[in-house]
T-cell receptor
């Protein structure tokens, strides 16, 4: 079946940039997503990118998509302690409605 | 953005009892909602697709008689965990896809934590 892979942990210092990487296998992906989950909470949609785009920027967040290599990244500029959370990459295949395939999540730890 | 609400957010029940979790879209209609399960420190696993007015579609390995799904209206889907056992303890999260939305936005509820004693 389709698969989404992420590294499990990332630690950065406050004020630095964070880059969270994700790879996927579904060549028919239409949308790719980044969600944030804080402890005990649901998923917060951070941003998403359509598969025919290669970059999307939204304030401190920059998403880069390399469709050829099936690689997605999320860059958080000026990372703050409040950004500490688990970040999930997810993809939606063609004609899959709202069915998403999630990566394992990357736990971001921001140190003061 | 659109709001999806789940209730209850936490529930503790005895083994053998049934528990119902509700998922509501508060400011949009959804013909389709999705139920996910998340184990501690793990990713989300899609359990089933809830279809308004028809039967739910279950993912492979998910027992349909164990996890009953009802999508009675365009704003409400329910998941009932029947004859719950401790191994059913988990974080259950729903998502909804707005009707007619031509975007990739998918919205998740806050999750419901089930603990079976």
């Amino acid at each position: 079946g389709e698969d989404v892979e992420q590294s499990l942990f990332l630690s950065v210092r406050e004020g630095d940039s964070s880059v969270i990487n994700c790879t996927y296998t579904d060549s028919s992906s239409t949308y790719l997503y980044w969600y944030k989950q804080e402890p005990g909470a649901g998923l917060q949609l951070l941003t998403y990118i359509f598969s025919n785009m290669d970059m999307k920027q939204d304030q401190r967040l920059t998403v880069l998509l390399n469709k050829k290599d099936k690689h997605l990244s999320l860059r958080i500029a000026d990372t703050q302690t409040g950004d500490s959370a688990i970040y999930f990459c997810a993809e939606k295949g063609y004609n899959q409605g709202g069915k998403l395939i999630f990566g394992q999540g990357t736990e971001l730890s921001v140190k003061p | 953005g659109a709001v999806v609400s789940q209730h209850p957010s936490r529930v503790i029940c005895k083994s053998g009892t049934s528990v119902k979790i509700e998922c509501r879209s508060l400011d949009f209609q959804a013909t389709t909602m999705f139920w996910y399960r998340q184990f501690p420190k793990k990713s989300l696993m899609l359990m089933a697709t809830s279809n308004e007015g028809s039967k739910a579609t279950y993912e492979q390995g998910v027992e349909k008689d164990k996890f009953l799904i009802n999508h009675a209206s365009l704003t409400l889907s329910t998941l009932t965990v029947t004859s719950a056992h401790p191994e059913d303890s988990s974080f259950y999260i729903c998502s909804a896809n707005p009707v007619g939305a031509n975007t990739g936005e998918l919205f998740f509820g806050e999750g419901s934590r089930l603990t079976v004693l």
